[in-house]
């Protein structure tokens, strides 16, 4: 019974410990459970902040990202206007400075223009004499009214009247103008006061308009008798537009001062000569230039023609300034003596002698690349360095310790020189 009750008790005990290790099994799966379920309610956690995180970092990356691609956009599309603008801006501007241009190009056209209209006009500005004189119509007109038909209250009549003036200046043949102005013409008269509308005066400017006529339009023609005085040596010069009566080469008449002859001569201008350089490198140049001239006239001519070719010529007008510088131009010459002149054909045809000759050497590239153009180019150094400008002198100044011929020939001197 003993052992019955011990066996009771241990299986009592047994059940006991089973029940209490049950509990502590059930404790410990509860513990195990909570345990569990908080792990996982911490890990939820951890994950929901890990996710909210990642989610923040995503959509602050993605935020970013968008920012910086609209950025980007704003840029390329800021770029594209600008782009747009500088394009716009550099169109207008092309189309600007095509207008420009074109108005520029058009001025330059304008400017080239007048520039060959002067150039021609001034070509062809010794033609204006001829000109105006050949379509020079000179008439009269006067209109009159009868007083005592006015006075009487009648309607009154008027009377036109046509008439001609007696002196009109024409052309005058070479031949017979020369032979009349070595006849007529003298300095020295006392009676004979200077006026431009002299008869001798209107008689030079008919020969030259004479010698217009028979040269043409390429060459000027141009004449003197003086300037402020009667001329001792009075002259008609024959010049290619392109060449200066003052340096360059030209054909003249030069009458002798006592009019016993007349030379045409081909020569050369000194006045701009002797005042840049001074008398002995003028004289060195003019002699350099003849000797050339001589040379080329002898080929194209030949030593035959009548012509004198040593250049020496007598004007018979000593004491006289322009007329020793003339002597000193001459180059090639031919005398004509009073009374002794040859017929107007003939005249005709030593001058187109001596005009083809001239034209030839005005031609020639050595006169025009060793002496034309170095010659000019030294002239106008000079004239830049002495800055261009053209000085008016006074007669009392220009009179000032010299004779009242010496006056004259100074002032004939300058109106040559400044053509």
């Known amino acids: 019974h003993r052992l019955a009750k011990e066996d009771a008790k241990t299986q ?135 007083a005592a038909v006015l006075a009487s209250g009648n309607p009154p009549a008027v009377r036109l009247a046509f008439g001609f003036p007696e002196k009109v200046v024409g052309a005058t043949r070479l031949r017979d103008g020369i032979e009349r102005i070595m006849s007529e013409y003298d300095y020295t ?66 009458f002798r001062s006592d009019m016993s002859g007349v030379y045409l001569c081909l020569g050369q201008g000194t006045s701009k000569l002797k005042a840049a350089f001074g008398g002995p490198a003028a004289s060195e140049h003019l002699a350099h230039v003849g000797d050339f001239v001589r040379a080329r006239f002898t080929a194209l001519i030949g030593d035959d023609s009548g012509f004198d070719l040593t250049g020496q010529i007598d004007l018979r007008a000593r004491g006289k300034a322009l007329a020793k510088s003339y002597e000193e131009g001459a180059i090639v010459s031919l005398l004509y003596e009073r009374g002794g002149c040859p017929p107007e054909e003939t005249l005709l045809e030593q001058l187109d002698l001596i005009k083809e000759a001239y034209a030839a050497v005005l031609a020639d590239p050595e006169y025009l690349e060793k002496i034309k153009g170095p010659m000019d180019k030294r002239l106008g150094a000079v004239a830049s360095a002495a800055g261009g400008s053209k000085k008016r002198v006074s007669l009392k100044k220009l009179g000032a310790g010299r004779s009242s011929g010496q006056v004259r020939a100074l002032a004939r001197e300058a109106a040559d020189a400044a053509g």
């Open 189 to 254: 008269s006392k009676s004979e006061a200077f006026n431009k509308n002299h008869r001798w005066m209107q008689l030079l400017d008919s020969v030259e308009l004479g010698l217009q006529q028979s040269v043409g339009e390429q060459y000027a023609v141009r004449s003197s008798m003086g300037c402020g005085g009667w001329a001792s040596v009075p002259w008609l010069a024959v010049s290619h537009p392109s060449e200066s009566t003052q340096h360059g080469l030209y054909l003249q008449y030069l």
């Open 12 to 146: 009592v005990a047994a059940a006991r410990e089973r029940e209490r290790l049950q509990r502590l099994d059930a404790k410990t799966a509860e513990k195990a459970a909570a345990a569990a379920t908080r792990e996982r309610e911490r890990t939820a956690r951890h994950d929901e902040k890990a996710r909210e995180t990642i989610e923040k970092l995503v959509y602050e990356y993605v935020g970013r990202a968008a920012r910086l691609v609209i950025k980007e956009q704003e840029e390329e599309e800021k770029k594209l206007r600008q782009g747009a603008r500088e394009a716009e801006r550099a169109e207008k501007a092309r189309e600007e400075e095509a207008r420009k241009a074109a108005v520029q190009a058009e001025r330059e056209a304008k400017r080239v223009q007048r520039e060959v209209e002067a150039e021609r006009e001034k070509g062809l500005r010794h033609m204006l004499k001829l000109r105006r004189h050949e379509g020079r119509r000179v008439v009269h007109v006067s209109l009159s009214i009868d």
